[in-house]
């Protein structure tokens, strides 16, 4: 059975991957590209933990346009404070960890180097993190605190849309401008007119999921495994499902999941006694080895496809249980053939140990976030 993630963003890149030779393909939507790689047939493509340094910094970036005014006219007050405090909410721990961990990894990052240089108008940054623990009720809970106690000027978060949908509303009325560096679910934007964020939607994603399927899989009949009480997951599955339709093709089977289940036997079997020609499975890259790993259990030889929720250096380690997963591939912002500076390869030794050069591709430099920043195509839709 093989494995496949499906992403996308504007003028997409393929970056690299290990072992074999990856052969890139474009799918042309009408709307900004979607890049997919693939390797014999295992195909890996999405956020890696480099590439959330990068979208990291281009939220910081975008966050400081926003302070930058603030402070400088706070300079001129001698009861100002003293430094810019600037909130980040993420899931620190639980289930998700790695998205948050790698984020605020980008963000200290930004951070450092900005503060080295000076800070704004004189003024150092001071970063106030919040653990979500992966909950998106939490993410409400802490919003609330680093709005009316801990008085940020803006905040950066959250990885997971579910998180940033319940935030949102907090900050905008609050007034703070707050700035998602991946949540991907249309609805996060549409808090308010403080809502921000430095990556594709949902709707994208789902089409482009979708072609890959019916064109290039030459897939007529598909299945659908998701998270139904998560906006993220049940948001991409429904792009899907609404676009594979109009191409022509049929969602033979869906089956759900609530909660924090680690038990897929149910949902597996209903789907895979349809005989799809491929599954869709939209959820996080903490579900889909489970998954994974019972579809092949149960006999199921389908490839299944999912988003950049599945991406993460856990994913494809020797503990989880994904079989026939060797290939990981990135989508920038920004097409370069350039080496690595050699303050990129730093911030890659720093925070991915891991890393190799055949994947260091163009890592994304904090020195350069706020250029990043503007290539990136900000969306507020």
């Keep these: 059975m093989s494995v496949m993630a499906a992403s996308s963003n504007k003028r997409g890149r393929i970056l690299g991957s290990r072992g074999g030779k990856v052969r890139a393909k ?8 979607a890049i ?4 014999h047939t295992s195909m890996g493509c999405g956020e890696t933990a480099m590439n959330r340094l990068w979208m990291a910094t281009s939220a910081m970036a975008l966050v400081l346009l926003g302070v930058h005014l603030t402070a400088c006219k706070q300079s001129s007050d001698p009861a100002a404070s003293e430094d810019i405090p600037i909130g980040v909410y993420l899931s620190l721990s639980g289930a998700n960890a790695d998205f948050g961990v790698t984020t605020k990894n980008g963000i200290d990052l930004a951070v450092e180097e900005i503060n080295a240089a000076g800070g704004i108008g004189g003024k150092k940054i001071r970063v106030i993190a919040k653990d979500t623990r992966s909950k998106p009720e939490e993410a409400q809970t802490v919003a609330k605190q680093l709005a009316t106690q801990d008085k940020v000027v803006a905040a950066i978060g959250s990885v997971e849309s579910g998180q940033s949908i ?5 900050f905008q009325e609050a007034g703070i401008p707050m700035v998602s560096p991946s949540s991907t679910n249309p609805d996060v934007t549409k808090q308010g007119d403080r809502i921000f964020r430095v990556c594709y939607l949902d709707d994208f994603q789902g089409q482009a999921c979708a072609d890959f399927a019916f064109k290039d899989m030459k897939a007529t009949k598909a299945g659908l495994l998701y998270a139904a009480d998560d906006d993220y997951s049940k948001g991409l599955a429904g792009f899907f499902r609404e676009h594979f339709k109009k191409l022509g093709g049929e969602i033979v089977a869906e089956a759900t999941f609530q909660g924090d289940v680690s ?20 959820v996080y890259y903490s579900k ?11 006999g199921f030889k389908g490839p299944l496809l999912g988003g950049d929720g599945w991406e993460s250096e856990t994913t494809t380690t020797p503990k989880t249980p994904i079989p026939r997963f060797r290939a990981i591939s990135r989508v920038t912002a920004r097409s370069s053939r350039r080496s690595p500076t050699a303050s990129q390869r730093w911030a890659m030794t720093l925070f991915t140990p891991s890393s190799r050069p055949s994947s260091w591709g163009a890592a994304p430099a904090a020195t350069r976030s706020q250029r990043a920043c503007a290539r990136s195509g900000v969306s507020r839709v």
């Design 26 to 33: 474009a799918l042309v939507t009408g709307r900004p590209k």
């Design 36 to 39: 997919l790689a693939r390797h």
């Design 166 to 170: 319940k935030a949102a509303p907090v």
């Design 263 to 282: 038990e897929f036997k149910d949902q597996v079997s209903a789907v895979a006694a349809k005989e799809p020609a491929l599954v869709f499975v939209p």
């Design 288 to 298: 889909i080895g489970l998954i994974a790993r019972e579809f092949r259990k149960q």
